[in-house]
């Protein structure tokens, strides 16, 4: 374009809920580019949302927009049109001539004039809509995420043209042979000339720029190759190099009557068997997922600056890869990852079954991915595409549109959506990568799932260790295939999750075992969920407010627990961390995984309120992991060290395999490890070992790190601590080493039955003022939870009411332990304030007991976090004063828990506290309270 006249600022508005037509008269003002709910039009609502985040002006309906402008005498001899980034449907009128309508919810609106605008002023109308949409819109829509707004977002301008000009202009890299193939349109003229000039503007240590060239244009399809020569600089996450290439566009004269400005990276970006690759290098995606949830403004930012803090927050926890669920973001985001050098993987809005027939909302979907990528092909930073979340139906006539899509643009990879098929997974001829959670069954690629999609995951039913891979589930033996793989004969009908209900569909039969050719990213994996941070609740500024989690604090605070919301958030967070590492570093040590993407890096404000994110829904961090912690195990080159056991007896031998997985820009030619054995506040042994030459393929087995345990008296928390040495590669793991049974044994002498029901003997005991450990049976107990050392998956509200639609076990939807770790009772067991791997055999074993009814003071020594809807006050293990007698409860079964080293030893101490004067409890509780709880 020659000029451009921006139309931001004030405009007057007109709200029409009704849908009677353009106003008679304009009642009101406010700025765009922006949503009539964060500039508080229309009425407050009272609404108080308790599965989302509320919008307190959300409107849905009609809005109008007015205002003048004025052209100048220059550019009205030009050709105008008029330019809307980011809006909702749309119409336009123009000095009260309507020019159109347009629909588009991901790129830009675009009317033509079809003559020049007259000097002077005009007038601009825009209506709209944001109901009614020819599709459901997925997450662009969605009160989940972003909420249904109604405005303009982005950039609002009119843009003058000469009669000659380009269009579509679209730049093809060729990273092997460093030219750039320019294709466009030519309008308005049937010849002319193009200059062509490249600057690179990243900052490098080689500067580079393209003289000027010329091409002599004879037709209307412009296709110009350009050679960069061999000192190209190429784009990539380590370095994304940009070029600003010009193209202006010459008349006869040599006049300048169109021009075009457009950053491009030179890249490739493909599918190199089981791996992606950057440049020929392979790489390994580290990606989360992104709804566009913007909780001050409830709409995602159109201005580079502001994505680039987001995605540069993301880069800081290890991240190099977005994909957008059922969304597609503004141009300003792919031009944020450009400079930054994050793999971008839009997706189609649309979350639902692909008919057999071609309808009305599929034709408008597969427009609307040709409209993604004309607009943002061009970005270095698009490498992926898929065609939806969670798709069924149709698969020919998936295959159909990727085809399409890669003959259209060959600069992606495409895949047929994300996790279709669910339990039913397949393959298709034209995709370039698979995403999805499993392959069959039981060949899992992440680990957890919800209990409706169960088996669970490794995290979520595993006695820890970091032996997991997800190898010979991507690509399993012949005897796994054979043991795994379903042979049903005929179709069968099957529930699926569907969104966030429930649906029965028609699965094809398997006959033969599911084994990829292709990269394979597993999809959102992680969705540990935590209890909620109420100080957050202050920074919700704007329109969107967190009702939600306002609701959650009053519920705690009638429970009688508000003061405990410290503990139970820090204390739910610092488990959903563990499993964050283990699922994380399982995916790293998985040689046959291309990828990940992680649900979520951030919080999710919406579908029942899903709080599983390290940062907070602002993509602020919570205070619980600093980025350089996180990327010990989440970064482009990670330690790690396979441990079948974290538990030890002293004196026993430990062993590890140590291995590296290295996607650096410098990969390290050899490896020199150091390890440290450490206490809080001791090191207790430290070595290295022997200097290993590193693997090409990016995973090294460095070798076997072996040594003894030290001798101890008393459980004892360590730290293997590793590091490369001579860089700041590091990584640690917990490790608990516990004094010889026989030592303790031979010490202690222990007077404290374990009682497995309560009965009249033990109230009898209890009366006659003697001290009782209680061990009830748990499968009789009828008040409460059964015990699950893994935080909840995503949220209990929205799993619950799934598992119940599809006649399935319900979650078990706690949150981790609260523990008073300096309590007596844990004396002899080395504790956290919450969960940690020696907890797990005995949390595993057990439930908890729902106390709401005892008394306010009562708080117990070991508390399980309840969810936010259920919000019971939970004890693992609790005691108290009854009659003139002491009692301490776990409802746990003895017998597996003293199976297990960490489990004995826990036994051990427990019954030691008991039967010491240190067992002295300070809230009494009647008997028939005990009785309702037993009962």
Same mark, same amino acid.
């Given at each position: 374009?020659?000029?451009?006249?921006?139309?931001?600022?004030?405009?007057?508005?007109?709200?029409?809920?009704?849908?009677?037509?353009?106003?008679?008269?304009?009642?009101?003002?406010?700025?765009?580019?922006?949503?009539?709910?964060?500039?508080?039009?229309?009425?407050?609502?009272?609404?108080?949302?308790?599965?989302?985040?509320?919008?307190?002006?959300?409107?849905?309906?009609?809005?109008?927009?007015?205002?003048?402008?004025?052209?100048?005498?220059?550019?009205?001899?030009?050709?105008?049109?008029?330019?809307?980034?980011?809006?909702?449907?749309?119409?336009?009128?123009?000095?009260?001539?309507?020019?159109?309508?347009?629909?588009?919810?991901?790129?830009?609106?675009?009317?033509?004039?079809?003559?020049?605008?007259?000097?002077?002023?005009?007038?601009?109308?825009?209506?709209?809509?944001?109901?009614?949409?020819?599709?459901?819109?997925?997450?662009?829509?969605?009160?989940?995420?972003?909420?249904?707004?109604?405005?303009?977002?982005?950039?609002?301008?009119?843009?003058?043209?000469?009669?000659?000009?380009?269009?579509?202009?679209?730049?093809?890299?060729?990273?092997?042979?460093?030219?750039?193939?320019?294709?466009?349109?030519?309008?308005?003229?049937?010849?002319?000339?193009?200059?062509?000039?490249?600057?690179?503007?990243?900052?490098?240590?080689?500067?580079?720029?393209?003289?000027?060239?010329?091409?002599?244009?004879?037709?209307?399809?412009?296709?110009?190759?350009?050679?960069?020569?061999?000192?190209?600089?190429?784009?990539?996450?380590?370095?994304?190099?940009?070029?600003?290439?010009?193209?202006?566009?010459?008349?006869?004269?040599?006049?300048?009557?169109?021009?075009?400005?457009?950053?491009?990276?030179?890249?490739?970006?493909?599918?190199?068997?089981?791996?992606?690759?950057?440049?020929?290098?392979?790489?390994?995606?580290?990606?989360?997922?992104?709804?566009?949830?913007?909780?001050?403004?409830?709409?995602?930012?159109?201005?580079?600056?502001?994505?680039?803090?987001?995605?540069?927050?993301?880069?800081?926890?290890?991240?190099?890869?977005?994909?957008?669920?059922?969304?597609?973001?503004?141009?300003?985001?792919?031009?944020?990852?450009?400079?930054l050098g994050i793999y971008m993987e839009p997706e189609l809005p649309f979350w639902g079954t692909i008919a057999d027939e071609l309808t009305e909302e599929q034709q408008y979907l597969i427009e609307e991915g040709y409209r993604m990528l004309r607009h943002f092909g061009n970005h270095p930073s698009f490498v992926m595409f898929s065609l939806g979340n969670e798709l069924w139906g149709n698969k020919a006539r998936l295959n159909e549109i990727l085809a399409a899509y890669k003959s259209y643009d060959p600069r992606h990879l495409y895949t047929q959506g994300s996790n279709n098929f669910q339990f039913q997974p397949d393959i298709l001829e034209?995709?370039?990568?698979?995403?999805?959670?499993?392959?069959?069954?039981?060949?899992?690629?992440?680990?957890?799932?919800?209990?409706?999609?169960?088996?669970?995951?490794?995290?979520?039913?595993?006695?820890?260790?970091?032996?997991?891979?997800?190898?010979?589930?991507?690509?399993?033996?012949?005897?796994?295939?054979?043991?795994?793989?379903?042979?049903?004969?005929?179709?069968?009908?099957?529930?699926?999750?569907?969104?966030?209900?429930?649906?029965?569909?028609?699965?094809?039969?398997?006959?033969?075992?599911?084994?990829?050719?292709?990269?394979?990213?597993?999809?959102?994996?992680?969705?540990?969920?935590?209890?909620?941070?109420?100080?957050?609740?202050?920074?919700?500024?704007?329109?969107?407010?967190?009702?939600?989690?306002?609701?959650?604090?009053?519920?705690?605070?009638?429970?009688?627990?508000?003061?405990?919301?410290?503990?139970?958030?820090?204390?739910?967070?610092?488990?959903?961390?563990?499993?964050?590492? /283990?699922?994380?570093?399982? &995916?790293?040590? #998985?040689?046959?995984? $291309?990828?990940?993407? *992680?649900? %979520?890096?951030?919080?999710? +404000?919406?579908?029942?309120?899903?709080?599983?994110?390290?940062?907070?829904?602002?993509?602020?961090?919570?205070?619980?992991?600093?980025?350089?912690?996180?990327?010990?195990?989440?970064?482009?080159?990670?330690?790690?060290?396979?441990? /079948?056991?974290?538990?030890? &007896?002293?004196? #026993?031998?430990?062993? $590890?395999?140590?291995? *590296?997985? %290295?996607?650096?820009?410098? +990969?390290?030619?050899?490896?020199?490890?150091?390890?440290?054995?450490?206490?809080?506040?001791?090191?207790?042994?430290?070595?290295?070992?022997?200097?290993?030459?590193?693997?090409?393929?990016?995973?090294?087995?460095?070798?076997?790190?072996?040594?003894?345990?030290?001798?101890?008296?008393?459980?004892?928390?360590?730290?293997?601590? *590793?590091?490369?040495?001579?860089?700041?590669?590091?990584?640690?793991?917990?490790?608990?080493?516990?004094?010889?049974?026989?030592?303790?044994?031979?010490?202690?002498?222990?007077?404290?039955?374990?009682?497995?029901?309560?009965?009249?003997?033990?109230?009898?005991?209890?009366?006659?003022?003697?001290?009782?450990?209680?061990?009830?049976?748990?499968?009789?107990?009828?008040?409460?939870?059964?015990?699950?050392?893994?935080?909840?998956?995503?949220?209990?509200?929205?799993?619950?009411?799934?598992?119940?639609?599809?006649?399935?076990?319900?979650?078990?939807?706690?949150?981790?332990?609260?523990?008073?770790?300096?309590?007596?009772?844990?004396?002899?067991?080395?504790?956290?304030?919450?969960?940690?791997?020696?907890?797990?055999?005995?949390?595993?074993?057990?439930?908890?007991?729902?106390?709401?009814?005892?008394?306010?003071?009562?708080?117990?020594?070991?508390?399980?976090?309840?969810?936010?809807?259920?919000?019971?006050?939970?004890?693992?293990?609790?005691?108290?004063?009854?009659?003139?007698?002491?009692?301490?409860?776990?409802?746990?079964?003895?017998?597996?828990?003293?199976?297990?080293?960490?489990?004995?030893?826990?036994?051990?101490?427990?019954?030691?506290?008991?039967?010491?004067?240190?067992?002295?409890?300070?809230?009494?509780?009647?008997?028939?309270?005990?009785?309702?709880?037993?009962?």
């Open positions: 374009m020659l000029e451009r006249l921006e139309l931001k600022g004030l405009w007057q508005v007109q709200l029409d809920e009704q849908k009677k037509g353009m106003p008679l008269a304009f009642g009101d003002t406010m700025v765009l580019p922006g949503t009539t709910s964060y500039a508080k039009k229309g009425a407050k609502h009272d609404e108080r949302k308790v599965n989302a985040l509320t919008d307190e002006y959300a409107f849905e309906g009609l809005v109008w927009f007015r205002r003048t402008f004025e052209v100048t005498k220059g550019q009205s001899i030009l050709k105008p049109r008029l330019f809307l980034e980011r809006t909702r449907k749309t119409t336009v009128w123009i000095d009260g001539v309507r020019l159109g309508s347009c629909n588009s919810l991901t790129t830009p609106h675009i009317y033509e004039l079809a003559a020049p605008l007259g000097e002077g002023e005009h007038e601009l109308i825009i209506c709209v809509d944001n109901t009614d949409y020819p599709t459901k819109g997925g997450h662009l829509t969605s009160a989940d995420t972003q909420t249904n707004w109604n405005g303009i977002t982005g950039l609002i301008e009119l843009q003058f043209f000469a009669q000659a000009r380009l269009e579509n202009v679209q730049f093809y890299p060729d990273y092997k042979r460093k030219v750039v193939r320019i294709c466009a349109e030519l309008l308005g003229a049937s010849g002319g000339k193009l200059r062509i000039a490249a600057q690179a503007t990243t900052e490098s240590e080689r500067e580079h720029r393209i003289a000027p060239i010329e091409a002599l244009l004879r037709h209307a399809n412009i296709d110009v190759e350009v050679a960069f020569g061999e000192d190209a600089l190429l784009w990539s996450e380590h370095a994304p190099n940009l070029y600003q290439v010009s193209l202006e566009l010459l008349d006869d004269a040599d006049r300048v009557v169109d021009r075009v400005e457009q950053r491009i990276g030179i890249r490739g970006f493909h599918a190199d068997g089981s791996k992606f690759t950057i440049n020929g290098r392979k790489t390994f995606l580290r990606g989360k997922h992104d709804g566009l949830i913007f909780p001050r403004t409830g709409y995602a930012p159109t201005t580079t600056a502001e994505w680039l803090e987001v995605l540069q927050t993301a880069k800081d926890y290890g991240i190099n890869h977005y994909r957008f669920h059922t969304c597609c973001p503004p141009q300003a985001a792919f031009a944020a990852a450009d400079l034209q995709e370039d990568f698979y995403c999805g959670v499993r392959f069959a069954e039981q060949r899992l690629i992440r680990g957890s799932y919800a209990m409706c999609d169960a088996p669970l995951g490794h995290v979520q039913t595993d006695r820890p260790s970091t032996m997991k891979d997800y190898d010979q589930a991507i690509k399993p033996t012949a005897a796994v295939r054979t043991a795994d793989e379903a042979t049903e004969a005929d179709e069968q009908l099957i529930q699926i999750q569907y969104g966030t209900e429930a649906r029965t569909v028609k699965a094809e039969a398997v006959t033969t075992p599911l084994v990829p050719h292709l990269p394979v990213v597993s999809h959102e994996i992680g969705q540990y969920a935590m209890y909620p941070n109420f100080a957050e609740i202050a920074k919700y500024t704007g329109s969107i407010k967190a009702r939600n989690l306002e609701v959650f604090r009053e519920r705690l605070k009638e429970k009688g627990m508000l003061e405990l919301a410290p503990h139970f958030f820090e204390r739910s967070g610092q488990l959903a961390i563990a499993c964050y590492k /283990e699922e994380l570093e399982a &995916a790293f040590r #998985s040689k046959e995984l $291309a990828g990940f993407q *992680l649900l %979520d890096l951030q919080d999710f +404000p919406g579908q029942g309120t899903a709080l599983v994110g390290v940062l907070d829904a602002f993509m602020e961090s919570k205070g619980l992991i600093e980025p350089q912690q996180w990327q010990q195990f989440c970064s482009d080159i990670v330690l790690l060290a396979r441990i /079948e056991t974290f538990h030890y &007896a002293a004196g #026993s031998p430990f062993k $590890a395999s140590i291995e *590296l997985v %290295d996607y650096s820009a410098q +990969p390290l030619a050899s490896v020199k490890i150091g390890w440290q054995l450490c206490t809080q506040t001791a090191t207790i042994a430290a070595g290295t070992l022997e200097e290993q030459a590193a693997s090409p393929t990016a995973y090294t087995a460095i070798g076997q790190l072996c040594f003894n345990m030290p001798s101890v008296t008393e459980m004892t928390s360590m730290k293997l601590k *590793l590091n490369i040495e001579g860089t700041s590669i590091c990584n640690e793991y917990s490790l608990w080493v516990y004094p010889q049974q026989e030592q303790e044994q031979e010490r202690d002498r222990i007077d404290a039955p374990i009682y497995r029901e309560w009965n009249e003997e033990v109230i009898s005991l209890l009366e006659a003022g003697h001290a009782v450990l209680l061990m009830p049976d748990r499968k009789r107990l009828k008040h409460a939870i059964e015990g699950q050392y893994c935080t909840d998956f995503w949220n209990y509200p929205m799993f619950r009411s799934i598992s119940a639609s599809m006649n399935k076990p319900e979650p078990v939807g706690t949150l981790g332990l609260s523990i008073q770790k300096e309590h007596p009772a844990l004396a002899h067991f080395a504790s956290e304030s919450y969960s940690t791997y020696p907890w797990w055999e005995i949390v595993m074993n057990s439930s908890s007991l729902i106390i709401d009814d005892l008394p306010y003071e009562l708080i117990p020594i070991v508390q399980t976090i309840d969810n936010v809807e259920r919000n019971h006050k939970l004890a693992l293990m609790l005691e108290c004063k009854v009659k003139q007698g002491k009692l301490l409860v776990l409802a746990a079964d003895p017998q597996p828990i003293a199976s297990s080293l960490e489990g004995r030893h826990f036994m051990n101490g427990l019954q030691r506290y008991v039967a010491s004067d240190q067992f002295a409890p300070d809230v009494e509780v009647e008997l028939e309270q005990l009785n309702d709880i037993f009962a």
